[in-house]
């Protein structure tokens, strides 16, 4: 166990300052190596601080400090130092700052901006760890188990609002009524008492259409919503009129009068914290003293702390680099050696003042003059009659994973955010919806309208009379065959000769040209009758020639298709009405019925399973990759968390929000898809839906990770965007995985919608069950990018609360 113990008597020779505070230094050290009973008992640190001429030769007595007296303190920080940025360049915020508050007392720290009075408060309710040194609060340490903090043994008002917009004051209260455990009706008798305390409006009104110095108020009634024991209020009183600003520093010190509750309050009026029992007057990450507000008055020969604070800056301004002041040195300050009755009396100086300032158990003897006797509560807490040090009265962090209330109060959270804002409901069901037609309506289908270029010189240049008979007329077959090309697909354009219509194919008026010989009939009834001993010539005249626009793929290739096809069929006919087989006109390859599909396969139903997919992960995505950015940016989650949520709390309540928004936008694609536009749907529609959950799911613990990471929500937007088409492109939705270079294949079978596409087509289109490979893969697969993806965000959240 770590005590510290300083111990000054009278002393026979003086020592220098410098030397002096050397030996509070090294007393200091050999406490925290942990021989601290050895120090006060043999060697009794003495320091004569006189040089200055202000200590008039007193002598400082050092105390004895332990982590008992510590816990008994509502705050004790000793030697923090913390700093922001890298350890090759850091910010130093607080530096070996040591900081005592005495249970039942109102303790302002105050300082100027950029001090470091938050970064103190935010490492005090455990949202900030320090880089070194300890903090006390409440007799455990913030973070800890059973500490209680955070938690609802303190209340936490932030600089910030961190409230949510979109609730109204009372939803506001009872979400963290909720969280801190009480009962809906201590809630609301709690908040008729504060909006009658605080002058809030009616309890109906939505926090975003408050002023903002209604706004602060109510977050001020957050704070002291669940009466906590430690109330930590960062500026409290900003925005707020003269009159309300009185009431509040009554009301502050009517709680504080019995002893048992606790205040530290930072404010810019330096003045209006003469009300507090003690001041901190801190710079540059150090408190320059700590004493009662009279006693800095008095000590100083100041009419305002203003002045005060100015002299002490002043004094730790001129103070030379490396040359530790008589009066900062080891938080023992002039002040200290001017204070007290006796000029003989030592002063005494333990851990427990721990400041710059004057050893605050001294001065509470004056506190409780100055403050109606009700301090006398620090002296109850000796061993022998204590209270139990820490107080495991929040005992959801020692055993339970969350509560009823955490649970009630962050679902209610997300829901009524989602109703409240009408964007954000339509985006959620109306845009799956659209995804689904857009997609149905537009991909898949043939192109229709596409010009061909015709020269037809068996009909003497441009003729629509084409003369067309459907027996076993062997003339003008060309014109036989023309017909037989399909209306809607193909919009036949008649050129004079093939120059022309090579021309309009390069000019892109035509999508293909299409060429008949003068004697393409006799050509093709030769070669038809001659078989193998047709010349060259017959077999050239026989041709009809055709050059296409191939830079469309999908198009030339339906065009090729129809064309071979047309020919087929036209063959088909002639060799049937001339009482021939007509099989004769088939290539000698039967395509018999697929075993899966059909012969004409639809690009809709390859494309149909990764869609359906990638709409329900990417859309959950989309919802969830700023859930967590925009309550970290409102300060909601930060507030959360100081009330005692935890990040599996926060995070297990989105899974659940999330979970039923997927259910409904599941139901919805799955409906429009295979209902409304036919999509083939072969397999068992409980897998499909499940897996298409599980997908959701995915994305939703995707979206998870980006918000965790991200600090800004357009990081976040950057972040889901940009995995978008890597993701489409790689997973096997648009084209074949077995297209894909060998590494490309192993890193499209690494991502979460590759396998579980191939599942969902393997359902889909083969109605293949559960248990072939191919299908639980896909399931495995989802539920292991779950599993890591939960993990990760989970690990992210934690590492940043800390
Ligand atoms: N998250 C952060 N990352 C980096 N630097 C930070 C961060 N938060 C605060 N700082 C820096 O730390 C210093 C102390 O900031 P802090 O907010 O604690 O001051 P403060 O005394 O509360 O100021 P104010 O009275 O204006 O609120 C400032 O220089 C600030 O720029």
Excluded at 559 to 576: C, G, H, I, K, V
Excluded at 763 to 781: C, H, K, S
């Amino acid at each position: 166990m770590v005590s510290e113990a300083f111990k000054l008597s009278r002393v026979s020779e003086k020592k220098p300052a410098k030397d002096a505070a050397a030996e509070v230094r090294e007393a200091n050290s050999l406490a925290e190596r942990g021989g601290p009973e050895s120090v006060v008992s043999t060697s009794p640190a003495t320091v004569d601080v006189d040089k200055d001429g202000v200590g008039n030769g007193r002598r400082l007595v050092t105390q004895q400090s332990s982590v008992w007296t510590r816990r008994q303190q509502a705050v004790c920080v000793r030697h923090a130092f913390k700093h922001y940025g890298t350890n090759k360049n850091p910010n130093h915020v607080l530096q070996n700052l040591n900081m005592t508050v005495a249970k039942g007392t109102i303790y302002g720290l105050l300082g100027a901006s950029g001090c470091g009075k938050t970064t103190l408060l935010s490492c005090l309710v455990g949202r900030r760890h320090l880089n070194s040194g300890e903090i006390w609060v409440l007799g455990g340490k913030p973070g800890t188990k059973g500490s209680g903090v955070p938690g609802k043994r303190v209340g936490y008002m932030p600089q910030e609002i961190a409230l949510l917009g979109e609730f109204s004051i009372r939803e506001t209260m009872m979400y963290f009524g909720w969280i801190f455990g009480m009962p809906s009706s201590e809630i609301q008798e709690r908040l008729d008492f504060l909006l009658n305390f605080l002058d809030l409006p009616s309890q109906n009104r939505l926090v975003k259409n408050l002023s903002g110095g209604q706004q602060r108020r109510v977050s001020f009634a957050v704070a002291l919503m669940h009466d906590p024991e430690l109330l930590i209020l960062d500026e409290p009183t900003v925005g707020v009129d003269p009159l309300l600003r009185q009431s509040i520093w009554h009301h502050l010190v009517q709680i504080t009068k019995d002893g048992n509750k606790t205040v530290i309050i930072t404010t810019h009026y330096i003045e209006e914290a003469r009300q507090a029992h003690a001041i901190g007057l801190m710079r540059s990450g150090k408190l320059l003293a700590e004493e009662s507000p009279s006693a800095l008055l008095t000590t100083y020969n100041c009419l305002s702390l203003e002045e005060v604070f100015l002299k002490l800056s002043r004094k730790q301004g001129n103070s030379v680099p490396g040359v530790p002041d008589a009066n900062m040195t080891n938080n023992i300050s002039v002040a200290s050696l001017n204070w007290g009755n006796k000029k003989d009396e030592p002063v005494f100086v333990t851990e427990e003042s721990g400041v710059v300032g004057l050893n605050f158990h001294q001065s509470k003897e004056m506190l409780i003059n100055e403050s109606n006797g009700h301090l006398d509560a620090l002296n109850k807490n000796r061993p022998g009659k204590s209270e139990p040090v820490v107080d495991c009265d929040d005992c959801t962090d020692c055993c339970k994973l969350t509560t009823r209330g955490k649970m009630r109060a962050l679902l209610q959270k997300n829901f009524l955010r989602m109703w409240r804002n009408v964007g954000v409901m339509l985006f959620i069901f109306a845009l799956p919806v659209m995804q689904v037609i857009l997609f149905c309506l537009a991909i898949g289908r043939n192109p229709t309208g596409l010009h061909l270029a015709i020269v037809n010189h068996e009909m003497n240049f441009t003729t629509k009379e084409c003369p067309v008979y459907n027996n076993c007329s062997l003339s003008w077959l060309s014109c036989r065959y023309i017909q037989q090309l399909d209306n809607e697909t193909i919009v036949k354009d008649y050129y004079e000769t093939k120059d022309q219509a090579l021309d309009a194919v390069r000019m892109g008026e035509a999508w293909g040209a299409l060429y008949f010989t003068e004697n393409f009939t006799d050509a093709l009834v030769a070669r038809m009758a001659l078989g193998q001993s047709s010349d060259n010539e017959t077999l050239d005249q026989s041709e009809i020639r055709v050059w296409l626009d191939m830079s469309n793929q999908q198009i030339g290739l339906m065009l090729n298709r129809d064309l071979q096809f047309s020919y087929r069929d036209f063959a088909q006919d002639l060799l049937s009405q001339c009482n021939n087989n007509p099989k004769l006109a088939d290539i000698p390859i039967q395509f018999k019925d697929p075993i899966y599909g059909s012969n004409n396969p639809s690009f809709t139903d390859f494309v149909a399973p990764g869609v359906i997919l990638t709409i329900v992960f990417f859309l959950a995505v989309a919802l969830t990759s700023s859930a967590l950015i925009i309550e970290r940016m409102e300060g909601l989650l930060d507030r959360s968390w100081v009330a005692g949520v935890s990040p599996f709390e926060i995070l297990f309540s989105h899974v659940v929000t999330q979970f039923v928004v997927m259910c409904g936008q599941t139901a919805l694609v799955l409906i429009f898809m295979i209902a409304v536009f036919e999509v083939e749907c072969k397999g068992d529609m409980f897998w499909v839906i499940i897996l298409t959950i599980l997908q959701g799911l995915c994305g939703m613990c995707f979206g998870f990770v980006i918000s965790a990471i991200c600090e800004l929500e357009r990081n976040a937007i950057q972040l889901a965007l940009g995995s978008f088409y890597p993701t489409l492109l790689l997973s096997g939705v648009i084209w074949p995985v077995e297209g894909m270079p060998i590494v490309l294949r192993y890193i499209s079978l690494g991502l979460p919608l590759t396998m579980a596409t191939t599942s969902l087509r393997s359902m889909l289109t083969r109605g293949w069950q559960i248990n072939e490979p191919d299908v639980y893969n896909g399931f495995f697969a989802t539920i292991i990018w779950i599993a890591l993806f939960l993990t990760i965000s989970l690990v992210v959240l934690k590492v940043k609360r800390g």
